[in-house]
């Protein structure tokens, strides 16, 4: 018997780099640096391959001989941000013209490319880490595609963001199996009833290399003829498929609409709940005590994300259900944030917005009564520890991975300065310059601008 239980540390989802390499020194205007205190004038943050090995101001800090120096004197530093709720290969209003028609006529293979160019949009404006909770295709779960979207990029053999990705653990005829039309024929092992079954299911995601079992508790709002109260589990399912995803040293995500959904996650154990669109005060204060965080996802619920659905050619049942959530997601949010809840930034983009306008969902954030910097550390301190990996990443800290952005504005006056491209200056992952856009520099993760949209409509 082992004695003690620690013996064990999972490593983290990505190859581990340690400290090693060409030094480098960032010179910025301000620093947020994700930890909720005081910004900081003139910083200097020192790196050492892909990570920091100290963060002070100008003048205080030795720089050692033969330095790499980048000036960022001009800008606001703050830590690459982070989207826990993503579908990178769903059919995008920026990228296909009509999604009921693109499901049927884009191959998969196809589909991941997509996938991977959708996340390249989100790299370009300083999301360097996105938790795709998964999808599904015509020709059965995409769990596969996309963990070789993430292995890639790991890899080095393409560039972009760091992903999770999420595997759908559903039963038949959920939320989530409805994201496809009723009349299409499933193939493939793509949902599962029963305890037994869906820990299978769990399973195989798990086998493929997911690093998050996403399920669904309740029904949800985009899709169409099913209502969000439906249950779309029972207890005992659910308490199946997060004990499997624990079993494993993964996680899971539940989508919970319902406050009987967010009990039920609560139950079972899940690491984070997704959603929440309906609260009392019971649940709000259960979900408090626990401090399980919920990403809200509100930007695809605004009134200008259904009219982008409405142009992508979702059903006007689809639309007239999403503004019937609208208020309910907002009070909602309003309660949370209230209440303590930590809240970890996720935008459910899919179908729409665009990829890369990811911080939108912080201005709604704000619109709704958030402080500027607590939206932020929704995106960076608290949505790394919503996914676990707060050791490395969410703040500008010695010991961190060197994800660091450089904005041309100060985004705690004005929050919309990061949905600005020209004015997102500097992405840094790991050390590395992904995108700059400095004076007298044109570097971009996604150089191509005139891209078509290829459903055959």
Known sequence: MVANKEWWKPEAPWPKREASGKRVAIFGGRLIDGRGGAVVDKPVILLEGARITA???????????????????????????????????????????????????????????????????????????????????????????????????????????????????????????????????????????????????????????????????????????????????????????VDEAHAFHKTAAVHCFTTGAQKMALKAGADTIEHMVFSDDETIDMIARAGVPVTPTLAHRTDHAIQLRRELGTAEFVLNKLKRLQPHCYETFRKMHKAGIKIAMGTDMGFEPHFGTNSWELEVYVGLGMKPMDAILTATKNAAEAIKLSADLGTLEAGKLADIVAVDGDPLADIRVLQEKKRIALVLKEGKICADRRPGMNKNVVPVTDWKKIDYL
């Not at 160019?117 to 295709?137: K, P, V, W, Y």
């Not at 299911?201 to 086998?207: E, G």
């Open 55 to 241: 963060v002070d101001v100008e003048g205080r800090l030795q720089i050692p001989p033969g330095t790499e120096t980048i000036d960022a004197s001009a800008y606001t530093l703050m830590p690459g941000m982070m989207d826990c709720h993503i579908h990178t290969a769903m059919f995008n209003c920026m990228t296909f013209h009509n999604h009921r028609v693109a499901q049927w006529e884009v191959m998969p293979q196809l589909q991941q490319m997509y996938s991977l160019f959708h996340a390249q949009n989100c790299l370009d404006m300083g999301f360097t880490t996105l938790r795709d909770l998964g999808m599904n295709s015509s020709r059965g779960l995409f769990t596969q595609e996309l963990c070789a979207v993430r292995d890639s990029i790991d890899a080095g053999i393409l560039e972009g963001p760091r992903m999770l990705i999420g595997g759908f653990t559903t039963i038949t005829g959920s939320h989530l199996d409805l994201i496809q039309p009723r009349a299409m024929p499933r193939s493939g092992f793509n949902t599962a009833d029963g305890p037994y079954e869906l820990r299978k299911l769990a399973r195989l995601n798990l086998q493929w290399g997911c690093d998050v079992i996403k399920t669904c508790a309740s029904g949800g709002g985009g899709t169409d003829k099913e209502e969000p109260d439906i249950r779309n589990m029972t207890q005992d399912e659910l308490d199946a498929v």
